[in-house]
């Protein structure tokens, strides 16, 4: 500073010096403005200590220069050392701190590392930028489906003090509920009180669970009592927390409804079955007893249990008809049956350990379905112990006879008496079977026309809310009714063969079959043929007319021909007519001979052609009850040829 003074000795040098040192120092004032300025704006660059030191030795160099002006006209040294000596205090902690930056300083990337940097930054983006659109992809799939499908989808936050807050209701849960504004409300805002405190009781068991459930409940919406199958999925945060639920609800109404109309139905079947005064019992497939009526029950004294098939003899009390023996395994009727074999009139005994002993006659078969799967058996047994009784005193009285002539005419009195009372009760049997299959055939038609109507009242009411599947469902429902209904009419008709009775008469066969033709509207493109000239004879004419009319309609119904063809023939035999209804269908094979005249056998499945089982069993009947056989002779692809014979008079 003090060297400043020789410009008082140089005029010219002074303004200079004024004007270098007012530079000087505008631009020392102005650079720390700026950077102070700078880095402000800027909150990516740290604004530490270094900066700060930098900015306040600036500012005190263009002090510096500021006092070399005005101690030019005022010369005070003592102030201008002092700034100096300021400067000299905040130029060292300056240079010290930026000797301390150095090694930070060194760990800066170069500009080719920078590059790299940069380089890896951008595949970074990119590679950032694809996730982000395969995100919205998939949330945009998830979307569709939030919106397409038909079950009720709804989400459900949880706040801390455990409110159950809706998010959102997909389209489906708006249409089925009728609701459609619930975003940020709770249960009890939407629903009324008896239905939100059920659905939050869910809610509650799911949180505290931290497990999915799911439950069937009933629920009012729009006044109407809805049924739903209801899942709810827990969603937990980072935590551990269940912060959410993610429900759905399927509309099961219609389902319910179909569920208790077979409800009923079997209640009826069963209530049915525990009022016969036969028993019946029925196995599955692993021997297990899934029928055992109430009859069954006071034979035996006993409850249904599931027992190996091994210790049924011993655990129902089983003997053979000596009432000594007991059964082996081999001998029980079910279990005879369950092996296939076909069981009839076998005597059997039950002596329970509680109860009186009783003679039992079973009949019993397999059950098979449609595609030849055995999937268990059924016996029937019918407590004729007092029958057994009246033969054995019949026998007794007999060999009395042969040693008592004179009491001859007393004991076939008795006799006679007795045999009037066992004819009385077979003709009050044969009643009671008459009214069972009047009652069942009446009984069961009814609840079936109901579930038929029923469906139909349905799909008529959701006409605009089913779709294909449904529709094909409410379909195939009614199809199975009428399945139904036919069986049953062909169980009746089954059970009358034999019972009832006309009066034979003068029957033309030729005409009859001409009659029977007319009345089964033949296609155009079949061709029925009689040969031969066909004779007249006196019998009953209904059972006549019912075996040729199923033969050809069966033959008809079963053709896989464009043009059909049945012949119908006769032979003339001793004592009866043989006559033969011959096809040129499909045949069948010559293993199913045997079972296609057993009841409800069918060849094919009833979906793929439409059959009761009972026609062919029908047939036979009637004409092993007329005194006549049927047979059949057949190959796979080269027709079916029945023939049956018929008593001449």
Known sequence: MPHGMCYLWQPWLVGLHIFSNGVIALAYFSIP????????????????????????????????????????????????????????LVSLATAIALILKIPQLLTLPSPSQMANINQKLQVKIAE?????????QQEQFLRSIYDNVREAIFVVDIESDITFRYQGFNAAAQKLTGVTDVENKTPAEIFDSEIAAAVEKHYRKCLKSKTTISYEECLIFQEVDTWWLTTLNPIENQAGKIYRIIGTSLNISARKQAENALNQEKYFLQTLLDNLSDGIVACNSDGVLTLFNQATKEFHGLPQQAIPVDEWAEYYDLYLSDGETIMSQDKI??????????VRDAEMMIIPKQGKPRTLLANGDSIITSDGEKIGAVVAMRDVSELKKAEQTLAKLNNELEARVQQRTVQLEQVNNLLLGVT??????????????????????????????????????????LDDETRYNMNLLRSRVHRLENLINGLLAYSRVGRLKSEPQEVAIGEMIAEIIDLLDVPAEYDIEISGEMPSLVTEIAPLQQVFSN???????????????????VQEQVDFWEFTVADNGKGIDPKYHDRIFTIFQTLEARDTKESTGIGLAIVKKVVENQGGTITLESELGQGATFRFTWQKA
């Open 551 to 569: 033969l050809i309609s069966n033959a008809i119904k079963h053709s896989d021909r464009d043009q059909g063809k049945v012949t119908i023939s």
């Open 424 to 465: 009385e009760q077979l003709r009050k049997s044969n009643q009671e079977l008459e009214q069972f299959a009047y009652v069942t055939s009446h009984d069961l038609k009814a609840p079936l026309r109901a579930i038929a109507n029923l469906s139909e009242w349905i799909e008529e009411d959701l006409e605009d809310k």
């Open 128 to 136: 950032l930028e694809q996730k982000e659109i395969t995100i919205r």
């Open 333 to 342: 009727p079910l279990f005879r049956a369950l092996r296939g074999e076909s």
């Open 33 to 88: 403005i700026t950077l102070v300025y700078l880095l402000r704006k800027r909150s990516d660059i740290p604004f530490d200590g270094l900066f700060c030191l930098f900015a306040a030795f600036i500012l005190c160099c263009g002090i510096g220069h500021a006092f070399d002006i005005w101690t030019l006209w005022h010369p005070s040294y003592w102030i201008s050392s002092w700034i100096r000596f300021a400067t000299a």
